[in-house]
Antibody, heavy 117, light 107 residues
Framework: QVQLVESGGDVVQPGGSLRLSCKAS????????MHWVRQAPGKGLEWVAF????????KYGESVKGRFTVSRDNSDNTLFLQMNSLRRDDTALYYC??????????WGQGALVTVSS | QSALTQPASVSGSPGQSITISCTGA?????????VSWYQQHPGKAPKLIIY???KRPSGISNRFSGSKSGNAASLTISGLQAEDEADYFC????????FGSGTEVTV
C-alpha cells in the first residue's frame, strides 16, 4: 500500500536551514504530483508547497515563498523540502502527501520542525 | 492566500445529520476550483474523505458527502456516529491552494 515516511525534522535556531525528506513506497512515485503541508502545534493545516510529477511545475505558499524549495528524486522515490531562513513561526509538523484529484490524498505521519534559540 | 472560512465548531447527536460550510472571499476560488475535505483525529494525520467537490476515496463511508454552490462548499455527515468526532478541514485547489480554518465536530 501507499507509504510515505518523512525524516529530517529537528530543532534549529532562527535563521537556520533544514532539509526534510519523504521516502515513498507502494506506488509509482514518478507518476504522481506531491505536496508538503504543515501544522503548527494546536493549529490548523497550512499548505506549503507543490511539485508536479516530473518536478517541472512548483508552487509555494506565500509565507514560505523565497525561503523554501521543493524538489524530488524520482530515481530514488524521494521528495525533499529545503527550508532556509527559518523563523519561529515555521515551527510545525510537516507532512508530505501524494496527490489525488488535485488534493493531498495519502499522507505520511509527519516530521517535527522546531525553530528555537 | 487567506484561509477559507469554516465554523469553529458544529455539534450533533448520534444519528443526526450535520453540515459544515466552507466559504472564501475570492470569487476566483469558486469559479474553477476543486474542493476536498479532510478528517483529522487528535494526534493523527489528516485523512481525505472528499475530493473533486463530491467524490469519495475508496473505503470512505457514504455517510460523508460534499457539494458546492455559489461561493461556498459544504460537507454533510449523515447518521452521525461517535467516531465522527474530529476536526474537519476543507481545501481548495486548481492554480493555487488553501485550507479552511477548520471545524471541530462534537457528537
Amino acid at each position: 500500500q501507499v507509504q510515505l515516511v518523512e525524516s529530517g525534522g529537528d530543532v534549529v535556531q532562527p535563521g537556520g536551514s533544514l532539509r526534510l525528506s519523504c521516502k515513498a513506497s507502494g506506488f509509482a512515485f514518478r507518476n504522481y504530483a506531491m505536496h508538503w503541508v504543515r501544522q503548527a502545534p494546536g493549529k490548523g493545516l497550512e499548505w506549503v508547497a507543490f511539485t508536479s510529477f516530473d518536478g517541472r511545475d512548483k508552487k509555494y505558499g506565500e509565507s514560505v515563498k523565497g525561503r523554501f524549495t521543493v524538489s524530488r528524486d524520482n530515481s530514488d522515490n524521494t521528495l525533499f523540502l529545503q527550508m532556509n531562513s527559518l523563523r519561529r513561526d515555521d515551527t510545525a509538523l510537516y507532512y508530505c502527501a501524494r496527490e489525488l484529484g488535485a488534493a493531498p490524498a495519502n499522507w505520511g505521519q509527519g516530521a517535527l520542525v522546531t525553530v528555537s534559540s | 492566500q487567506s484561509a477559507l472560512t469554516q465554523p469553529a465548531s458544529v455539534s450533533g447527536s448520534p444519528g443526526q445529520s450535520i453540515t459544515i460550510s466552507c466559504t472564501g472571499a475570492s470569487r476566483d476560488v469558486w469559479t474553477y476550483n476543486l474542493v476536498s475535505w479532510y478528517q483529522q483525529h487528535p494526534g493523527k494525520a489528516p485523512k481525505l474523505i472528499i475530493y473533486e467537490d463530491n467524490k469519495r476515496p475508496s473505503g470512505i463511508s457514504n455517510r460523508f458527502s460534499g457539494s458546492k454552490s455559489g461561493n461556498a462548499a459544504s460537507l454533510t455527515i449523515s447518521g452521525l456516529q461517535a467516531e465522527d468526532e474530529a476536526d474537519y478541514f476543507c481545501f481548495s485547489s486548481t492554480g493555487h491552494y488553501v485550507f479552511g480554518s477548520g471545524t471541530e465536530v462534537t457528537v
